[in-house]
């Protein structure tokens, strides 16, 4: 009886905490939510919207356009993801499905060793080896371009995706590839019709993962895309040197005066990043929820 | 315990003769002075153990506003003090004075396989707004321009802009062009300069090493190509050189007024020649 009661005492407090941390998680997000409201929505006030949604960024001289780091940003995230996207998915389905189990061992903790590199070192390796080296490939004006950004990105994002995306492979029960291979399936056609979209989920939330570890990534991006605020037009903008929005802020936080305007236009570029990255979320989700009513669907 | 090992370690014969410090130095402000600031420091406490000198960085408007609240005694700046920082340091009750500790020269630099060697002012200031943007237009090969620039916080962009894109005109709007590539760092400039043979960039004397190749300027059509060297500034032929400055409240008095008047000295004006900066006297 009494050992009884302190057991449940136990698990009343390890309940609560366990629940506490649950809601932690909102708790700070809400707060970050707060606080970058609360420094970036004064922008709007101090900085008509029309010079805000320009395209000139050259702060010290008053211009506040932020449609070339919103632009940066996008092309580099999109060139990232054309990059990683195909060659994550390949190597998780390779490793989860077609390699030896040997190689396998192998290959995922070393996998999993690139993910865990600094970006720092990439963005040096950029500068020193991978910038100079497109430059006389490609015949740039300068390596230091949206290009270079978006393959390291892709490097950045790919042990992500290739982690994230193999598990979700690795969990689909073995008895449907043998139902599919008894069916007279090839391997090809196991892998691609049965195994993936069984894995559908857990894929979309590789790449999802992949895009935001992208999106994010500051440092390696400073140092290799150049950092002009030049407006992307059209496909070349690839290949033209592109400031991003994550650059903008690192560059020109730490020297700015707390409380002015290039300060609350800073954390209104973190407005948008967070609204990116929420829209990334919310169409993820939706997309993962829509699938998993359709699997219920036809499994009743 | 403790205080008993430190003491035991105070007993130590051979820890040199504890000096009695007579005085304390602050020293902050700018970031491209703080190296020199500490190398002088470094210098004059080994000359003067009674002194100590404390020097920090945080940039000019920083060593500047401390010099106003009155909080340092010596602040450093990389430009001259605003007419409006005189007024508050007045309004405190805080006349500064101004002391030219040394002199910059702003080096443009270029791929060592560029054949340009050497560029008017009006020609740079063309280049970095955008109106000029393949080199055959200044006499060199039919390739594009690349423009190199440190990030918008950097005193030297500011003094890039304002002295050399604007030609000192105080009224003119011109600007960096769009594509200039801003770079975080003189090593990013350096490195990016010396493998692409399509770029420009400047940087301070100080941080140019040998992978690149220094361009003459001369200040007009048909004047002098020079290339900065103590020399050329000094005799300001040279044309993008700029004074850094050391500022105290008032006459400067007792240890501080030591302090700047050995800065001045041909020993110290050495060690500014060493940083790569441009002494005021020729030693």
Redesign the interface.
């Known amino acids: 009886m009494n050992k009884k009661s302190t057991l449940s005492w136990k698990e009343y407090v390890i309940t609560r905490l366990i629940k506490a941390s649950g809601y932690s998680a909102i708790i700070f997000v809400g707060m970050i939510l707060y606080f970058l409201l609360s420094q970036g929505l004064p922008a709007l006030q101090e900085v008509p919207l029309s010079s805000l949604i320009a395209d000139r960024w050259y702060p010290i001289e008053d211009y506040y356009g932020i449609l070339p780091l919103l632009g940066g940003s996008l092309v580099v995230t999109i060139g990232a993801t054309l990059i990683a996207v195909p060659f994550g998915l390949a190597s998780a389905i390779y490793i989860a499905e077609i390699a030896p189990r040997w190689a396998r061992e192998i290959l995922k903790p070393i996998v999993e060793i690139l993910g865990g590199l600094p970006s720092v070192v990439l963005g040096f390796l950029g500068i020193m080896v991978l910038s100079p080296t497109l430059q006389v490939w490609l015949d740039l004006p300068t390596g230091l371009s949206a290009f270079t950004g978006s393959l390291l990105l892709g490097g950045i994002a790919i042990p992500t995706i290739v982690s994230v995306a193999e598990d979700a492979l690795d969990a689909v029960p073995r008895s449907y590839r043998e139902a599919a291979l008894a069916l007279g399936a090839t391997h090809w056609q196991t892998i691609w019709t049965v195994t993936l979209p069984a894995a559908r989920s857990g894929v979309l939330t590789a790449i999802m993962l992949g895009i935001a570890r992208a999106i994010g990534e500051t440092m390696t991006v400073m140092m290799v895309t150049g950092n002009a605020p030049v407006m992307p037009n059209g496909p070349g903008a690839l290949f033209a040197p592109v400031r991003t929005m994550t650059a903008t802020i690192a560059a020109e936080m730490g020297e700015v005066a707390s409380g002015s305007t290039h300060y609350h236009v800073l954390f209104f570029i973190g407005i948008v990043l967070f609204l990116i990255s929420l829209a990334v979320n919310v169409t993820a989700s939706a997309v993962i929820f829509r699938q998993v009513k359709r699997t219920e669907k036809l499994l009743s | 315990m403790i205080s008993g090992c430190s003491l035991q370690f105070g007993g130590n014969g051979d820890v040199p003769e504890p000096v009695e410090v007579e005085s304390y130095i602050e020293n902050k402000g700018s970031d491209t002075i703080v190296n020199l600031a500490l190398a002088w420091a470094e210098e004059y406490q080994k000359l003067h153990p009674e002194v100590r000198i404390a020097v920090t960085g945080g940039?000019s408007g920083t060593g500047i506003a401390a010099l106003i609240n009155n909080t340092v005694d010596i602040a450093n700046a990389s430009r001259q003090i605003k007419e409006q920082e005189i007024e508050n340091a007045r309004e405190n009750g805080n006349d500064p004075t101004q002391f030219i500790i040394a002199r910059d020269a702003i080096a443009v630099i270029v791929n060592p396989n560029n054949p340009v060697d050497q560029l008017t002012l009006e020609q740079i200031s063309a280049i970095y707004s955008g109106e000029i943007s393949n080199w055959s237009q200044v006499g060199g090969e039919d390739?594009?321009i690349?423009r190199l620039s440190r990030?918008?916080?950097s005193g030297t962009h500011?003094y890039f802009?304002e002295n050399v894109i604007r030609l000192g005109e105080k009224e003119s709007e011109r600007?960096?062009s769009?594509?200039?590539?801003?770079?975080?760092s003189s090593e990013?400039i350096t490195?990016?300069v010396s493998?692409?043979p399509?770029?420009i960039g400047y940087d301070g004397l100080g941080y140019v090493t040998d992978e690149v190749k220094i361009i003459a300027v001369a200040r007009e059509v048909g004047g002098i190509y020079v290339y900065p060297s103590p020399e050329s500034v000094n005799s300001e032929e040279y044309p993008i050189a700029r004074d850094l400055y050391m500022y105290t409240i008032g006459e400067p008095q007792g240890a501080v007024k030591e302090y700047l008047d050995w800065i001045l000295s041909p020993e110290a004006q050495a060690i500014v020649t060493e940083l790569g900066f441009v002494p005021i006297i020729n030693p």
């Open positions: 940039g390739r594009p690349v990030e918008t916080n500011v802009l600007l960096f769009r594509d200039t590539l801003l770079l975080p990013g490195s990016e493998q692409n399509n770029a």
